[in-house]
């Protein structure tokens, strides 16, 4: 198992190179000077041309790159121009904000489609199969920053049921202490309900909105791979055997059709970092999302890279999770080579 | 004395979108305790269809209608899902063709026969493990205590169907219906599982039907034959009526398709023509078509004709079986 998961590792080693190749040569072809950017509004031509020195961006392209290669061995990401700060440093600091939204919208979307597709696959024709696949292809009709836009404005601008978008915490409670950089988390340990319950509000509209876009394949996945499974043979062996109804559906059906739905989870995982970056937008969510959008706005190349090849990294560990998950779940994968 | 199992012109039609498909037409039959029926005809000829409704496990799009459908006392045509079910298992249990994908793969063997027995012999956890074990031993699957915790894919496929006959007979049913249980064995594994399965259903003196298409295979172990073709059970009797009295025209082809062991491959013979396709409307003999003995009066209502207490037929041309 231990092997499995080294090779694992080391196959993903050339995406990896090749991420950071992809990413040095697309950031640099993009237009607009970050020396001028960085040197302010009223720079002369020296005082850019000395910026540039001072960057090494007056270097030729592959030597540019090596010192980049170089930097990134001893994990350093580069230096932000709008932040001032290393971009491994900014990354950390925002990386549990993305992380906590994006989880609690994983479970929003596994909560409801799961549930609703077993359902749907279980009476296939009900109003609960209409149901299904009406939530499905509307989750999957409207852009998740539309869905976020709507829902702010009947939550929190009709109904005020919300509080107001404008990022993790409203300012007037305290910042937990950081444990696991997930405030609702943190301050459940630091015993702030108040504060656990303020963090929590501010997540549910952002969560909903990212979890929707996660809901429809996640459903549609549950119903199809349900039916497949009640269809196949040992089901049928099954209700020969004369097993329970509630045991064929759950302990014979439910955990076979679970199979596929854990693979495609490292990919809804991904899939959601990526939205991310325009729901954060739209929530104020100090994120790496946001990061991003502002990076490549502002050509900050070092940011721009850094938030690339941390999403690769990710990527691949969401994907080596996933595998090890499977290997836990279904026992014929353990043997595979 | 009463049989086991009494089947009284059972016909069942699906429902596609091509149109209605008339899978079984009229089959009777009736199974005695203790006896071994072998259901052969070639394939599509109804003899699964046969035992799936038997069981009641068609599905959703099957129309099944039945005059009398009783087993072991129970009326399957008036049963609620909830009595069918409680029979399953207990009183009727079935074998399938492939058993390796009619296992679940991604639990193990020796669980899925304490599953059986946890609610057929209400057993709590740990005795319905024991109970299990002792089902694997009694199968001679070697070392059972260790493949109690085997998956399917670790096991050979004759090894699968015997898990699946020590979970077939787990629960000590009364009827077992065993569909192709060898097809897709080889020889030697194929004479070991059916020996099997004789020498667990006569200590237990359950009933049997075993579907196959290899004649030579199933004139060994059964007693009696019915004969299908195209959703019509053509004939039957005793092993002796059909191997040596053969009445029907389609049964004397089929044995004449059946290799024996001194035939040469030029002694066989095909069966002309194919199956009718069973969503048209169809004659009322579903043969006459391929028949080399059809006559103006086969076109009438198809008879059921007693030859002897144990034999029947089912035609106009009854012993007209071309030597």
Known sequence: ?337 | MTPLLDIQNLSVDFATRDGTVHALENVSFQLARGETMGLVGESGSGKSVSAYAVMRLLGGSARVRADRMISGGVDLLTATDAEVAALRGKRMTMIFQNARSALNPIRPIGQQIADVLRVHRAMPRRAAKQAAIAALAEVRIPDPERRYHAYPFELSGGMCQRVMIALAFASEPELLIADEPTTGLDVTTQAVIMDLIREKSSQRRMSTILITHDLTLAAEYCDRFAVMHAGHVVEQGTTADIFERAAHPYTGLLMKATPHGASNLSDLAAIPGSLPDLRRDLPPCRFVHRCAHSAPACAAALPRVPLEPSHEVSCHMPWKVSA
Not at chain 1, 136 to 163: C, D, M, R
Not at chain 1, 209 to 238: E, N
């Open chain 1, 1 to 337: 198992m231990i092997k499995l998961i080294a090779k694992r590792f080391l196959s993903a080693l050339p995406s990896l190179i090749g991420v950071i190749i992809v990413t040095f040569v697309i950031s640099h072809s993009l237009p607009g000077d970050p020396a001028a950017y960085f040197a302010g509004p009223s720079a002369t031509a020296e005082s850019i041309a000395e910026t540039k020195a001072r960057l090494g961006l007056d270097q030729p392209l592959p030597v540019q790159f090596v010192a980049y290669v170089g930097d990134l061995m001893q994990g350093d990401l580069g230096r932000s121009f709008n932040s001032g700060q290393p971009v491994l440093t900014d990354l950390i600091r925002r990386l549990p904000a993305s992380f906590e939204l994006t989880l609690y919208a994983l479970v929003f979307a596994i909560v409801v489609a799961v549930p609703l597709g077993l359902w749907a696959a279980v009476n296939p024709g009900s109003w609960i199969d209409h149901l299904c696949r009406g939530t499905v292809t509307a989750a999957a009709a409207f852009p998740s920053f539309f869905t976020a836009l709507v829902l702010i404005f009947v939550f929190y601008y009709k109904l005020g049921w919300a509080p107001s978008p404008i990022g993790r915490l409203a300012i007037y409670f305290p910042l937990p202490p950081t444990i696991t950089g997930f405030f609702t988390i943190d301050a459940l340990i630091a015993g702030d309900f108040a504060t656990a319950r303020a963090a929590l509000g501010q997540l549910i509209l952002p969560a909903i909105s990212l979890g929707l876009f996660a809901l429809a394949p996640l459903a549609r996945m549950t119903r199809a791979s349900m039916i497949g499974v009640l269809g196949s043979d040992f089901i049928t062996t099954a209700k020969a055997g004369g097993l329970p109804r509630r045991t064929i559906l759950w302990t014979y059906g439910f955990r076979n059709a679970l199979l596929p739905v854990v693979n495609i989870l490292g990919m809804i995982f991904s899939f959601l970092l990526g939205a991310n970056v325009l729901i954060e937008q739209v929530f104020g969510w100090p994120g790496i999302g946001s990061y991003a959008v502002e990076a490549v706005l502002t050509s900050d190349y070092a940011a721009i890279q850094g938030f690339v090849v941390m999403m690769a990294i990710l990527y691949i560990l969401l994907n080596l999770g996933v595998d090890i998950l499977n290997m836990i779940v279904d026992p014929r994968v353990r043997y595979d080579d």
